[in-house]
């Protein structure tokens, strides 16, 4: 079974730093690429942030470009987002996905950031 | 950036009813077309990619249909558990973007 369990979420004030990492198990992780795509309270889904099985390919959407870096770890099974210079507008749950770089097959349950002072 | 309009933003309807959701781009996206469903405080669910074709394990009661710029989403005989958000996402074009959702619910 696919499993995707994303942590590193919490309270930051703007300006911070945050690290999410999202675990996966139940599939060959080093074959898939992987996104975030995240929903502020009460708002829509907007994606965030694509990187490709080999890390050759990475995308963001560009309210978090020079902000934001995707990367992961196929022998640790794992996908990471740090975030840098967090803006209240930031705040959102942060879902991890996987599948081809536009399609979402499986998500993770989220992780909640919360930009505040 | 290509914009994904969806009407209704909202609708009322009963179990057993057949309801239809459409999902506009700003320019043409093929059939790089997703629908998602949400239930209140879940991640999202695949449903429908590639504008008709059913995600795994998903119902076939659900169909989506269209391609371009025009998109439909159905679901016939509506079940109690249907009553969720659903998006349409494309992917056509970076950034990928969704619709801003069309809330389901029991009348």
């Known amino acids: 079974e696919v499993q995707l369990v994303e942590s590193g979420g919490g309270l930051v004030r703007p300006g911070g730093s945050l690290r999410l990492s999202c675990a996966a198990s139940?599939?060959?992780?080093?074959?898939?690429?992987m996104s975030w795509v995240r929903q502020a309270p009460g708002k829509g889904l907007e994606w965030v942030s694509s990187?490709?099985?080999?890390?050759?390919?990475?995308y963001y959407v560009d309210s978090v470009k020079g902000r934001f870096t995707i990367f992961r770890d196929n022998a640790k099974n794992s996908l990471y987002l740090q975030m840098n210079s967090l803006r209240v507008e930031d705040t959102a749950v942060f879902y991890c996905?996987?599948?081809?770089?536009?399609?979402?097959?499986?998500w993770g349950q989220g992780t909640l950031v919360t930009v505040s002072s | 950036d290509i914009q994904m309009t969806q009407s209704p933003t909202s609708l009322s309807a009963s179990v057993g009813d057949r309801v239809t959701i459409t999902c506009r781009a700003s320019?043409?996206?093929?059939?790089?077309l997703n629908w998602y469903q949400q239930q209140p405080g879940k991640a999202p669910k695949l449903l429908i990619f590639?504008?008709?074709h059913l995600g795994t394990g998903v119902p076939s009661r659900f169909s989506g249909s269209g391609s371009g710029t025009d998109f439909t989403f159905t679901i016939n005989s509506l079940q109690p558990e249907d009553f969720a958000t659903y998006y349409c996402?494309?992917?056509?074009?970076?950034?990928?973007?969704f619709g801003q959702g069309t809330t389901l619910e029991i009348k």
């Open positions: 996905a996987r599948g081809t770089l536009g399609t979402w097959h499986n």
């Open positions: 139940g599939f060959t992780f080093s074959t898939y690429s």
């Open positions: 990187i490709s099985s080999s890390s050759g390919d990475i």
């Open positions: 320019q043409d996206t093929s059939t790089y």
């Open positions: 590639d504008a008709s």
């Open positions: 996402q494309q992917y056509d074009n970076l950034p990928y973007t």
